[in-house]
Each structure stands twice: as C-alpha cells, then as structure tokens.
C-alpha cells in the first residue's frame, strides 16, 4: 500500500512558476513509476508527466513540454513537478499517481496507476 499527499499548489499569475511535491509513504518507493495528471472542471482527466523507476526517464505532454520538468529524490521518496511559464489554461486539480508496474503499457492511463493522492489545486490568474 502506497500512500501518496500532495502539496505546493496555489494561485499565481500567469507566466509566473510553482513547484509541486508529492510525498510517499513505504519503502519501495524507488521501485515505483510515478506520474502526474490534472484535471480541470469539466473536462476529463489527463496526463501531464511521467518519471519511470528504471533510469528514471521521462515523459511529458505535448501541452507542457519544455515547460514543466518531473524529477524524483528517491530518498525522501518524493516526486516533483516544476511548472514555469504558467499559463490560464494550466488551471487544475494536480494528482500524483503511482505505478507499480515493471513497464508501463501506456503511461498516459490512469489505468496503469494504483495509488492516487488526493490532489492540489493549481490557480493561474491571466
């Protein structure tokens, strides 16, 4: 069981940057792909980034490549997600998730995430 907490989201002006970081509980945290996605209201959920646990690779969406950055510090087991040059349209519920899968089958799926945080609101003023 992974338990993961959310936090560092907030209100900021667009163009302007935050840093979410996402805390998990247990031991095996380093074995684990985590991910994150958003959601805003009234539109589906969707992926933003992945950092895998095997060389720790990555992966983004095309709407927020080179300007969010994942990392991971496996000794504090917690992930990070690096959002500069916000914009409007980045307005949303931030969720980490966590995979325990060896190798993803799609990364960009809910489906391949067992554990989910609870979110974070993220609020870009334009």
């Known amino acids: 069981q992974v338990q993961l907490v959310e936090s560092g989201g907030g209100l900021v002006q667009a163009g302007g940057s935050l840093r979410l970081s996402c805390a998990a509980s247990?031991?095996?945290?380093?074995?684990?792909?985590m991910g994150w996605f958003r959601q805003a209201p009234g539109k589906e959920r969707e992926f933003v980034a992945v950092?895998?646990?095997?060389?720790?690779?990555?992966s983004y969406s095309n709407s927020v490549k080179g300007r969010f950055t994942i990392s991971r510090d496996n000794a504090k087991n917690t992930v990070y997600l690096q959002m500069n040059s916000l914009k409007s349209e980045d307005t949303a519920v931030y969720y980490c998730?966590?995979?325990?899968?060896?190798?993803?089958?799609?990364?960009?799926?809910?489906?391949?995430?067992?554990?989910w945080g609870q979110g974070t609101q993220v609020t870009v003023s334009s």
């Open positions: 950092i895998r646990a095997s060389g720790g690779t990555t």
């Open positions: 247990g031991r095996t945290f380093s074995s684990y792909g």
């Open positions: 998730a966590a995979s325990p899968l060896r190798y993803f089958r799609d990364y960009r799926s809910g489906n391949d995430y067992a554990y």
